[in-house]
């Protein structure tokens, strides 16, 4: 018997030390399997022999197999094993620190399910066994932080701290790696109390302690995971990244497919979407999913995963697949917590998407199972102010809107006090002012409006790089839209001149943000900095070269590029002197301009279109009657009729229209011989001077310019002041690809034209190397050659070169030209992508930033001959001094005049237009 018992002793023992190889390597499953195969035979040969020695092995295998099922989330298994071992400790040694362990192991069983009051009760039995044994075990400061997350879970934040700080001054003494857990246990408290500096304190020390033990260990990741969330939640997404990136690095080197890799994968996520780059935040959730599942299959983790990226699919408006991430998430967390506030936040999700399809009751009867949960658990929490929005939602749709505004104002209470600027907030806010707008409340739906501006300005600002910014102002475009609308439909004492200072706050922000950043002076200093430029653009080209082949590891050379900007940003101390261009007002707008111009600035929502008329003595709000649709419609049938000569029998197909709902009445247009267009929407892709006016079109009578904003236009006014000293010894540079290409014949011989000084580059000697060497210092340039449209990525759109090199919009920014006009001539340069709040983006914007006052660029393709006429009577009115619209203008004049058959339709003429600064205004 004895023999017998010795072989089962020994097989047990080898499955155990497998199993902690495994453990060891974090294949926390495998080792699950070996443990469990350690326990038949070791309980043969506790049976056998009942040694003490035995029955600590016993309790080992049940502790280890309770710790490694409860971090897959098989509660039951983890409760069966904690409860055998804790049986086992109370016969062999009651009252004593086993049986205190594995009742505080009960208690994280519980708060594993959800059930916070259970845990509570286990840990405070523990606490009372550890504090009977003379002298206390040092695990009791564990046990008084656990007790402390127990009474944090139940939102009772100064019980909770009390039983941190007690764990703190214990373990300090004891056991200092639990003391920085303490500390960040502290850190978590005064989150909730809103205290971020003395959290950063605390997480800080934690941080510092494990980083001058062991740097890459996972306790290291942790505290930088915890740094970053101060970070994040105080707005500062780059800071929040770069810890976040330190701390997948360290997790990676450990055990890349771990959980704690999926738990960065999912925290970089967030800052992705925090900064609007849903596509970014995709491939990262995509990643931490596919290693949830494969981890912890039915664990929460996993199931928060599923959530989040369902909740992207849900924005997206792919509704089947939202609907199948929440419903597995719901599966996951009702088997696992069922009243715990990630079910309940499950639950909210479904009804959210039960709302869009205005299935009512169903929507109801979702938030009212999410509100039991998230009431008894939490009931100030983001999931109960959720559970208010719907119901208040409901309650609108159903016809009772003083309910609804009551359950707005209860959601928009705590989210105020949770989430203060975060996009949960400004929801609140837009769903309130639209209640009060309903209501007739103008003054409170101005207000509500008005705050939600002031949350996404925040949201923006803290979003970090330049593109971040771009793509939270992007996503969150509605409280602009809705303030405008609520304040001109007020229409009280100055709301005209406000409303008109938020439609320019609402645009063109990322150009005005690059403007105000090329005023920095951001010379790399050093090795350091060189290398860091030089390796920005080394990844950038292998990135562009990746997405054009259609290679699969685009997502890691975009990271990589994530990295180095991010290290950029920290290494350039001119980023610290950025700061936010302030929107220009009427006032200002008004200065901008002489008495011959006129400013045309459009609002185009979907059900809300308007326009202000600026003159230098005065202001006018006209209305656009006419849905976005309708004009989106409109334009398109422009575009059509350019794009293949068709004509109707009074005129291009829908300008007539246009020309009714933009520049009506006709004495709008009285005594103007400059217009200055701020466009919106699908305004950005129609010409203007093509619409009928009088007897003719407005390009008879009236130079034309764009802007993408005013404050836009102020910025390069001032640029117009700084006249270089180059210019009389530069006055142009021409760049053209081959013969065949219009205008392409004609830069060498415009070059002469212009005089001494004036050069042009043709063939094969136009590389990237020489366009950045001789564009530099002219005063007009221009490219002949083809353009490159790239509309999933508008950076890299570009100029074709020599040998097929393509001069992409991402390396313009490069370019220091120092120009009064850029012109090009050959290519749909002034077609793109439109962003919302920032028009068109791409090569325009690019050259803008590299120094350019103004553009000549092309709507629609040209033919040769009509090109090159045009583009030789440009130059010649550019050389005799006009200003770079009236210039524009004169020649398309001229041509028509001269040739009227050859520019009868508005195709051969009209795709040309100037963005920027063309015109002469108060400075002229």
């Given amino acids: 018997m004895a023999e017998e018992s010795g072989d089962d002793l020994a097989t047990a023992v080898a499955h155990a030390r497998q199993g902690r190889a495994l453990a060891d390597r974090h294949d926390d499953r495998g080792a699950v399997g070996c443990y469990r195969a350690a326990l038949p035979p070791a309980e043969r040969a506790l049976a056998a022999e009942g040694t003490d020695d035995h029955i600590r092995f016993v309790v080992y295998l049940h502790d280890m197999l309770g710790v490694l099922t409860l971090g897959q989330s098989w509660h039951d298994e983890a409760e069966r094993h904690f409860t055998a071992a804790l049986r086992l400790s109370r016969e062999r040694d009651p009252g004593g620190t086993d049986e205190a362990k594995f009742v505080n192991n009960l208690g994280a069983v519980a708060r594993a399910r959800g059930d916070q009051r259970g845990a509570l009760r286990r840990y405070r039995e523990a606490l009372e066994i550890a504090g009977r044994i003379d002298p206390p075990p040092d695990a009791i400061g564990s046990y008084l932080s656990n007790t402390g997350t127990a009474l944090l879970a139940l939102g009772r934040l100064d019980d909770a701290l009390a039983f941190f700080r007690r764990a703190l001054e214990i373990d300090e003494r004891v056991d200092p790696a639990a003391a920085a857990t303490d500390r960040s246990l502290i850190a978590s408290v005064l989150i909730e109390y809103g205290d971020l500096e003395e959290a950063r304190g605390h997480y800080a020390a934690a941080l510092a302690f494990h980083e001058a033990h062991d740097p890459g260990s996972f306790e290291t990741a942790r505290e930088l995971v915890n740094v970053g969330y101060v970070h994040r939640l105080t707005g500062n997404l780059d800071e929040a990244l770069r810890q976040y990136l330190r701390a997948l690095d360290i997790d990676q080197r450990i055990a890349p ?153 209860a959601a928009l209470a705590i989210d105020r006090r949770q989430t203060p600027l975060a996009a949960s907030t400004v929801a609140d806010l837009v769903n ?19 705050e939600a501006v002031s949350v996404v300005e925040s949201m923006r600002t803290r979003a970090g790089l330049p593109l971040a910014r771009e793509e939270v102002f992007a996503l969150h475009q509605r409280p602009y839209s809705g303030l405008i609308r609520a304040l001109l439909t007020r229409d009280g004492p100055g709301d005209a001149e406000r409303a008109f200072a938020v439609a320019e706050q609402g645009r063109g922000r990322a150009l005005a943000d690059l403007l105000q950043q090329r005023r920095l002076d951001l010379r790399p200093r050093g090795e350091t900095q060189r290398e860091l430029l030089a390796e920005q653009r080394r990844i950038e080209a292998r990135l562009h070269h990746a997405r054009q082949h259609g290679r699969d590891d685009d997502h890691d050379l975009a990271e990589q590029l ?44 979907a059900g809300f279109c308007v326009a202000w008329a600026v003159r230098r003595t005065g202001c006018a709000v006209l209305p656009v009657r006419a849905t976005e649709d309708r004009i989106r419609g409109l334009v ?17 197909p829908g300008a007539a229209e246009l020309a009714e709902l933009l520049i009506a009445p006709a004495q709008l247009l009285d005594g103007v011989r400059q217009l200055v267009v701020v466009p919106a929407g699908p ?56 013969e065949h290409l219009p205008g392409t014949r004609e830069v060498v011989e415009i070059a002469a034209e212009y005089g001494p000084g004036a050069r042009a580059w043709t063939g094969r000697e136009l590389t990237k190397a020489l366009v950045r ?23 890299d759109s570009g100029l074709t070169l020599a040998g097929g090199a393509v001069l992409r919009a991402a390396e313009m920014f490069d370019l220091r030209l120092d120009a009064q006009v850029v012109v090009c001539s050959a290519c749909e340069t002034a077609t793109g992508r439109i962003r919302a709040g920032e028009g068109l983006v791409g090569m325009s914007r690019a050259l803008f930033y590299a120094g350019a006052r103004s ?39 001229q041509v028509r005049q001269s040739h009227p058959q050859v520019y009868r339709h508005p195709r051969e003429w009209a795709g040309f237009i100037l963005l920027g600064d063309g015109h002469p205004g108060e400075a002229g």
């Fill in 432 to 450: 309130l002012a639209v209640l009060y707008t309903e209501a007739g409340d103008a003054d409170r739906a101005v207000r509500h409006y008005a």
């Fill in 855 to 893: 553009l000549v660029v092309s709507l629609w393709p040209v033919a040769d001959r009509p090109t090159r006429r045009l583009m030789r009577r440009l130059h010649d009115h550019l050389r005799a001094g006009h200003a770079p619209a009236d210039a524009l203008w004169r020649a398309k004049r």
């Fill in 562 to 605: 994530e990295r180095v900007q991010l290290r950029i940003r920290r290494e350039f101390p001119a980023y610290a002197q950025l700061r936010e261009p302030s929107p220009v007002d009427l006032t200002g707008a008004r200065a901008l301009l002489d008495d011959a111009t006129l400013l045309l600035a459009y609002h185009v929502d």
């Fill in 773 to 795: 060497r001789e564009s530099a210092g002219h005063r007009v340039v221009h490219f002949a050659t083809h353009g490159v449209v790239d509309d999933r990525d508008p950076l």
């Fill in 257 to 409: 497919d771990g959980a704690e890799t999926a738990a960065d994968l999912n925290n970089i996520a967030r800052v992705y979407r925090e900064r609007g780059d849903l596509d970014r935040c995709r491939g990262y959730l995509s990643r931490a999913v596919q290693i949830s599942r494969r981890v912890a299959p039915l664990s929460q983790r996993t199931a928060v995963r599923l959530n989040n990226l369902a909740e992207l699919d849900h924005q997206a408006g792919r509704r089947e697949e939202a609907r199948r991430g929440f419903t597995e998430a719901l599966r996951i967390d009702e088997a696992v917590a069922p009243l715990s506030l990630e079910t309940a936040r499950d639950l909210n999700n479904l009804a959210a998407l039960a709302l869009d399809e205005h299935d009512l009751d169903t929507a109801r009867d979702l938030t009212r199972r999410a509100l039991e949960i998230s009431l008894r658990v939490a009931p100030q929490s983001h999931h109960t102010a959720s559970g208010y929005g719907t119901l208040a939602v409901i309650a609108n749709e159903r016809g009772a809107p003083g309910v609804a505004i009551r359950w707005a104002r």
């Fill in 636 to 652: 398109e049938a422009v575009l059509r009729a350019c794009a293949t000569g068709d004509e109707a029998a009074d005129g291009v």
């Fill in 683 to 738: 305004l950005a892709y129609l010409p203007f001077e093509l619409l009928p006016y009088r007897a003719g079109c407005l390009g008879d009578r009236i130079a034309v310019s764009y802007l993408p904003s005013v404050t836009v236009g102020a910025d390069l006014r001032e640029r117009r002041a700084d006249r270089p000293a180059s210019w009389s010894r530069r006055p142009f540079a021409g760049f053209g690809l081959d």
